[in-house]
């Protein structure tokens, strides 16, 4: 019976709500973890299921390693399933109904150094097509910690380099104005003249050698060259972006002024950068306070 109205929820998750098939996918083997939980419990329909007993699988699966990413999505199926069931008359409850996953550890987005940066920017760079777009875009994501969908909708007009500034379209359609620093506005001047030379089919700022805007992937891509070639690492433009900020509040201690160049909303967001800095100050203070370091077994 269980399996049947699960087989149900699914075909109208596929058929109505018309969801993708990765999310069904997701959704399903979710659903299947709980039911197999079920009938280890002994739990004979959906009705069954209690808050108590659902709230016991999610802290069993959170101890096998389950991140609370993928238990507040467990959860969110689960509710779908029983909003299902009590439209159709089913069930007249939703063991889910208050529960939240376990608190996961607050991941802090990964940057790039001081010294990394600089080495990454520094680099000898062919006077070439590629070479100097490529150059432009580390520098700029790097200068105004654009993001990745700012840089590619950026347009020939939004461009002020006589006096270091560019305007970006940001997240809900809100309008910010960004400075451009020295070597980033060096690396477009150079790149300009090259643009011009593909008869771009529009405004962009960045094209392909054919004249067209380049989208999000091709620049992922050119960021990650530019990572393995020049560092040996993994890097994306969002590293950019956070190495901006972080360096950014590192020397500044100014939040609101990082939270005003990055776009965000919420100063909780930017928050997260107090963290990264700590952990500088922290690695500061051990390399460098004579009593930083203590002897190990030394509990006196």
Known sequence: MMERQLDAYCEHLRSERQVSPHTLSAYRGDLEKVLAWCQKQNIGSWAALDIQRLRSLVARLHQQGQSSR????????????????NREGLCDHDPATGLAPPKGERRLPKTLDTDRALQLLEGAVEDDFLARRDQAILELFYS?????????GLNLDQLDLADGMVQVLGKGSKTRLLPVGRKAREALELWLPLRALTNPADDAVFVSQQGR??????????????GERELGQNLHPHMLRHSFASHLLESSQDLRAVQELLGHSDIKTTQIYTHLDFQ????VYDSAHPRAKRIKGDES
């Open 280 to 283: 500088h100050l922290a690695t």
């Open 144 to 152: 105004s910690g654009l993001r990745l969908s700012e840089l590619t």
């Open 213 to 226: 805007r380049l989208g999000p992937r091709a620049i992922q891509v050119r960021v990650k060259a530019a």
């Open 70 to 85: 993928s238990l507040a999505r467990l959860l969110s199926a689960v509710r779908g399933l029983y909003h299902y069931l």
